[in-house]
């Protein structure tokens, strides 16, 4: 048995965490990471100081960070939305608790398939603590980009984690593959769908490891050159230097222009990567487009359009030096298409095997 409730605050949740999302992209793009210099309030107060008074005691208690109110809103709005996610995640985490009292009382058979949920919501519910506490570190240690990085993979990883327990209750989901006769095409795709997603992961890493080191623009407006160049001048090992110090305030980066240009171009190979990945699996779906369900054939579908659309938004970017509204949606679709092929693996692993499935 499947609790409708948990479903539908998951799907409210899912939409929660997108916002969230794409929140931290635009506060991150317009500079606004320390637009607040404390944490969680902003200057001591709840909200953005905006009154004569509240700006004067705001800059007597943090001398050294005048009050921009441009850039407080955007931090604090960014909060208000994480903090509200956090809220769902506990009444998630609540509800799937009732839920397995509920089944223990009556000595439900499904207990045993509702009991992963469980799992699932105190997972999320760690998950979002870690959260807050790299939102506080982002500001704390001065936007220090491992940071930074870690707190994006982090809110990605939360989106994926609400998605799929969106799935796994919805009425029509199974929570456990059937195993008998699963033909060996089917394993097969499981696991290439599954390494798609870790490729898609890695480079969803990058991409903040570009941003937290502010190496988007190290090629300036050219492709597929850069700066001119197929293969510029590039410093790998200071541009992937994990170790740099804490104490510097990071804002606007640190790095050297041939490490950014290191980290830049790393982050192009690895679209290049994922785009051959997911076309090879693509083409292996198709090639079996009579053995897949539905299900299964629409999930490919919907990963083809998202991949398409984030390689325009991609080469969008660079040439037009990134625009505010394209980096929000490039920072948007890598999140939908990492939804894209969570909803892949899954229809994989959990569709129904059909007659058409086993032949």
Same mark, same amino acid.
């Given at each position: 048995m499947h609790n409708l409730a948990i479903n539908r605050l998951a799907l409210v949740s899912t939409i929660f965490a997108s916002v969230v999302v794409l929140l931290g992209a635009w506060t991150r793009l317009v500079d606004a990471? =320390? /637009?607040?210099?404390? $944490?969680p309030g902003c200057y001591g107060f709840f909200s953005v100081p905006t009154t004569s008074e509240e700006i004067a005691t705001a800059e007597m208690r943090f001398p050294d960070a005048p009050v921009e109110v441009a850039k407080g809103w955007p931090e604090m709005i960014h909060r208000y939305f994480a903090s509200s996610l956090g809220l769902l995640i506990i009444g998630l985490t609540i509800l799937s608790i009732r839920e397995r009292k509920k089944e223990r009382l009556v000595a439900s058979s499904s207990t045993g398939s509702n009991s992963a949920p469980l799992k699932h919501c105190i997972a999320l519910l760690i998950l979002v603590i870690c959260q807050g506490l790299f939102g506080m570190w982002t500001v704390t240690l001065k936007l220090w980009p491992q940071v930074v990085s870690l707190h994006l993979i982090g809110g990605f990883t939360t989106l994926s984690l609400l998605y799929l327990l969106y799935l796994r209750t919805s009425p029509s989901a199974r929570t456990k593959a059937d195993k008998i006769n699963r033909p060996e095409w089917l394993s097969? =795709?499981?696991? =290439?769908?599954i390494i798609a997603l870790v490729l898609v992961g890695v480079q969803i890493f990058l991409g903040a490891w570009t941003a937290s080191n502010y190496a988007a623009l190290a090629c300036g407006s050219d492709f597929p050159t850069?700066? !001119? !160049?197929? $293969?510029p001048e590039m410093n790998f090992?200071? /541009?992937?230097?994990?170790?740099q110090a804490i104490g510097p305030n990071? =804002?606007?980066g640190l790095f050297d222009n041939e490490s950014r240009v290191a980290i830049q171009m790393t982050h192009r190979i690895g679209a290049l990567i994922v785009t051959l990945f997911l076309?090879?699996?693509l083409w292996a779906m198709k090639s079996l487009t009579k053995q897949l369900s539905h299900k299964q054939h629409r999930a490919a579908k919907w990963v083809l359009i998202f991949l398409l659309a984030q390689l325009l938004l991609g080469v969008s970017n660079v040439i037009w030096l990134i625009p505010l509204s394209i980096a929000v949606a490039h920072?948007?679709? /890598?999140a939908v298409l990492l939804l894209s092929l969570v909803n892949l693996n899954y229809q994989l692993r959990c569709d129904p095997l059909t007659n058409k499935n086993t032949e």
């Open positions: 990471g =320390l /637009g607040c210099p404390d $944490w097969r =795709l499981n696991k =290439l769908a850069c700066q !001119s !160049s197929m $293969w090992a200071g /541009g992937f230097n994990f170790f990071y =804002l606007g076309a090879y699996l920072n948007g679709m /890598g």
